[in-house]
């Protein structure tokens, strides 16, 4: 295709480049990832709902597209912006190009753009709300467009992800039961599980913990998923009816930011977040490094950690800024992670966490038994 496409951020920076996908118009808050691979583990993560993705890998396309490396039934990008767009492909698993692919799927694209003076700008001035448009190139009715657009910030959109209707994955005969609170769950975390032993049942993100409860899972999980999770009433008071049911807890990434609001801390808009597969994270209980998979444009206020110290511990700080990436609540069989150890895409540093996961409902079970 040579057809012109135009990118405009919130602060009147334009960006005029190639129309790649479907011909039209998307808007979000603009973001980067920088990892070198796993494109569509990327585009499909449900983490990612509304937001425009500026890739920094030079190359997307070149292995084409799969459908077996979908982390949900769907892209979930808004939009996807990108250096160079590769149509052939070399990969001989792959089921498509990612032009086919993006067609299929209605995804407005603008490639042959500086992304590398994006990033830059990103990095410089914060996230913010973008559009990006193959159909109009006068900047007035774009910027009107873009006026629209609702802020990330207090936006609720994980039920808008979720599913909507209750489902499981996994050996039904399985030891322990774990019920899933889907705010937006990639689907590697689920099989994740049912490789260490887990029968899994996922429920829709506004499910009354009661519900979950009549199940009788050995432990409960919080996934991942978009948007504010401070404007997610339903999963904090849910997350603090399971805390005082006492049953093993894990979050992950949204999770983990409604964990700690079920704890009464505080979480916050980051400058620019974290994305890509490369973020270093020091484990402070073992005192090891883990190289990680990371997609989050909010955070745990580490001041409001502090201020808790007597209920949570920081097991886990960025190495980069020293963001909280981990806790643990002192006393109960509950933790969680910033980051994603089920690496898709990503190093597979942090998959012991789901082990542990396990063996925290094994202890509690025990533990259950004996009393």
């Known amino acids: ?14 960006y005029r480049g190639r129309a790649v996908g479907k011909i039209g118009t998307t808007t979000g808050e603009i973001c980067f990832n920088t990892g070198m691979t796993g494109y569509q583990e990327i585009f499909t993560d449900p983490s990612y ?54 067609q299929q799927e209605d995804l407005v694209g603008i490639a042959d753009v500086d992304t590398r003076a994006i990033v830059k700008h990103i990095r410089s001035k914060g996230a913010m709300n973008a559009i990006i448009s193959s159909e109009l190139d006068d900047l007035d009715a774009l910027q009107k467009l873009l006026d629209e657009v609702p802020d990330m910030d207090g936006l609720e959109l994980a039920s808008q992800v979720s599913t909507s209707e209750v489902y499981e994955l996994g050996n039904a005969s399985a030891e322990y039961r774990v019920a899933v609170y889907d705010f937006g769950v990639k689907q590697n975390i689920l099989k994740c599980m049912a490789e260490e032993g ?13 519900e979950l409860q009549r199940w009788n899972p050995d432990g409960v999980f919080l996934s991942n998923g978009p948007g504010d999770p401070a404007a997610m009433d339903y999963a904090i008071a849910n997350a603090k009816e399971a805390l005082a049911d006492n049953r093993p807890l894990f979050g992950i990434c949204l999770g983990h930011q409604i964990l700690a609001l079920a704890l009464d801390m505080k979480t916050f808009k980051m400058h620019h977040g974290h994305r890509g597969i490369n973020h270093p994270v020091k484990n402070l209980l073992t005192g090891k490094c883990e190289i990680t998979s990371q997609n989050h444009g909010f955070g745990v206020s580490p001041d409001s950690v502090a201020d808790k110290s007597e209920v949570v511990e920081t097991t886990h700080v960025n190495l980069n800024d020293q963001s909280i ?24 540093d942090a998959r012991y966490l789901f082990g542990h996961f396990v063996e925290i409902i094994r202890e509690n079970k025990k533990s259950e038994v004996s009393t």
């Open 1 to 14: 295709m040579d057809q012109t496409a135009t990118l405009l951020l919130a602060d009147g920076t334009v």
């Open 325 to 348: 990436e981990g806790i643990r609540v002192k006393g109960k069989p509950a933790f969680s992670v910033q980051y994603h150890p089920e690496a898709s895409p990503g190093p597979h």
């Open 198 to 210: 887990c029968y899994v049942r996922v429920f829709p993100a506004r499910t009354p913990y009661a």
């Open 49 to 102: 709902f509304g937001q425009l993705m500026v890739t920094t890998n030079a190359h997307i396309g070149n292995y084409g597209t799969k459908q077996s490396d979908t982390e949900s039934a769907s892209i979930k990008i808004a939009g996807l912006i990108c250096k160079n767009f590769t149509v052939p492909f070399s990969r001989h698993l792959a089921d498509q190009s990612i032009e086919d692919y993006f």
